[in-house]
């Protein structure tokens, strides 16, 4: 039994007239998205997420973020009922990360303070509180800057006593109703999962399950683009070594995710809605007239067909191309090279390039030289092998240090970086409900739909040949799937197209298209038409 629950209930024993209240969703077990159930005030200097990091009983545990010295704006709080004259035994877990913030508990205004110096290790506040009026009163935590705050410190936060651990009431689903049914097998407490959205954000998750046992959620979601993400931390799966455990994923009618069978995790992509290719419009100009009335990977061979015979100029003349392709007409506007690694759009560049006089040559570290940087790796098409090696559409001049840092890992979003380069690219594990779990490169937003589009550009001018390019290297094999109509797989798909979405096509895009025409003699179609990519692959 917990020790601290065996002394709160010898103080409510000894307190006269004492009774439980009611705090709902105290153990932080039921979330919806990032809002855990019955917490009615969140305050925006705050960010709550769940987790499974830290956890003092249960599964799952709050992890709160203090993003502000401003402590008014700090609140996390619910609404309880008391009654006249009863007293009511109030406790809360609390597990300081860095100890420069400290939290107040409130019960009906402020009571007593954690210690912040107690960290990496859970401590609790209490305060018994007698009730003069029968009425609602406000309880939950506040949290104060202390010295030394860096302006975000994370606190877990987990069994606000007295809690009712019972699950609210599901409102009506007016969207889809998806639902997973999880039979665990013998070593259940390795066993989680998580949903996430479009954008990785992680909408419904699940761990802490008991033994043998099976467990159903409902979850409500708008169309849109979804993963699944079953884990197992022992790395052998749910079945059939340690029991018979499996897990089902139903949506719209549809499975979209089953098994049991894996390793440490298995992601499962799907969409919910419309996701049908879109129609482009009618006039589309001379150069891409061919394409007009097509949609899907139809349009995809027209565009094919139109880009696939281009001048390749050899790997040397790319020194050509960047000098003039590849110059910062758009931020310092001073005729530097546009490194998209080194760049800092909004603050003054620390790293500067001067056109030809800094080529490569040799570096030790960031800011030494630029060289050409493949962003589809040559690795992945076999080498130095033309016209892919020369391709200019997508060779950008960039940092050499950074750029050996990528090496040929690819582009994802990073969970926790071991490299982040001056300007706050990163190389690092995969976040978790990205799909993939390996290395890859993140860039800055600003330029992820530039690389996004070169990827669909080399989907397509290249599809006569790149559904057998994934058995070239394993990071080829990781986002190509062996087809030349999807092209990659679907953690990559959907990654290149929310990163399309969300990174417009810019006037420096804009502009490096027509001087890698006038170089090589064919464009990019998703720069010219951006609508071309839900044409092809869907919304």
């Not at 071991?418 to 993939?436: F, I, Q, R, V």
């Not at 999807?486 to 979405?501: A, C, I, N």
Request: charged share 20%.
């Amino acid at each position: 039994m917990d020790i601290r629950v065996m002394t709160l209930s010898t103080v409510a024993l000894l307190v006269s007239n004492s009774v439980w209240a009611q705090v709902t969703n105290g153990d932080f077990e039921q979330w919806n998205g990032n809002t855990p159930a019955g917490w009615s005030v969140i305050d925006g200097g705050i960010s709550i997420a769940p987790t499974s990091d830290q956890i003092k009983t249960g599964g799952l545990a709050a992890k709160v973020t203090v993003n502000t010295g401003t402590q008014s704006n700090t609140d996390l709080l619910q609404t309880v009922h008391v009654e006249q004259g009863k007293t009511y035994p109030f406790a809360v877990s609390l597990y300081h990360t860095e100890g420069h913030v400290k939290a107040r508990l409130v019960v009906d205004g402020y009571q007593g303070y954690s210690n912040p110096a107690q960290t990496n290790q859970w401590q609790d506040i209490r305060y018994t509180y007698t009730a003069t009026t029968t009425k609602d009163i406000q309880v939950g935590l506040r949290f104060y800057d202390e010295s030394g705050f860096d302006g975000a410190e994370v606190v877990y936060v987990d069994q606000f006593l007295p809690a009712d651990t019972s699950e609210p009431p599901t409102p009506a689903c007016n969207d889809t109703t998806a639902t997973l049914t999880l039979v665990t097998d013998q070593y259940a407490s390795e066993t989680s999962w998580t949903l996430t959205n479009a954008s990785g954000a992680v909408l419904f998750e699940g761990a802490g399950y008991a033994n043998e046992t099976t467990n159903t959620k409902d979850m409500c979601l708008p169309d849109g683009d979804y993963t699944f993400t079953i884990n197992d931390a022992y790395g052998d799966g749910i079945c059939c070594s340690a029991g018979n455990g499996s897990f089902t994923l139903t949506a719209d009618g549809q499975t979209v995710a089953s098994g049991g069978q894996f390793q440490y995790s298995q992601a499962f992509p799907f969409p919910l809605g419309d996701n049908e290719p879109t129609s482009p419009p009618s006039d589309l100009g001379e150069y891409y007239q061919s394409a007009a009335g097509k949609t899907g990977f139809a349009l995809k061979t027209a565009l094919y067909n139109i880009i696939n015979s281009h001048n390749s100029r050899g790997y040397s003349a790319i020194w050509d191309l960047v000098k003039v392709a590849d110059l910062d007409r758009y931020y310092e506007n001073d005729g530097s090279i546009l490194d998209m690694y080194s760049e800092q759009p909004a603050t003054r560049d620390a790293v500067s390039f001067t056109k030809v006089t800094d080529q490569c040559g040799q570096y030790s570290g960031e800011g030494d030289c630029y060289n050409r940087e493949h962003s589809f790796p040559k690795s992945w098409f076999g080498g130095k092998v033309e016209p892919m090696n020369s391709d200019g559409h997508h060779i950008f001049a960039t940092d050499g240090y950074v750029n050996a840092k990528r090496s040929n890992w690819p582009f994802g979003e990073v969970g926790s970086a071991s490299y982040t380069s001056g300007n706050g690219s990163k190389l690092g594990p995969a976040e978790s409900g990205l799909g993939y779990n390996g290395t890859v490169f993140e860039p800055l937003d600003t330029f992820k739909g530039d690389f996004a589009r070169a990827y669909f550009y080399m989907a397509t001018r290249y599809e006569n040949e790149i559904a057998s390019w994934e058995s070239n290297t394993s990071n080829a094999d990781a986002i190509l799937d062996g087809t030349n109509t999807t092209v990659f797989e679907p953690w990559m798909l959907k990654m290149l197209k929310r990163w399309h979405q969300n990174d417009p096509v810019s006037q420096k895009e804009l502009d490096r298209n027509q001087a890698v025409f006038e170089f090589q003699g064919n464009r990019n179609p998703f720069v010219d038409h951006p609508e071309f990519v839900s044409a092809i692959w869907g919304n």
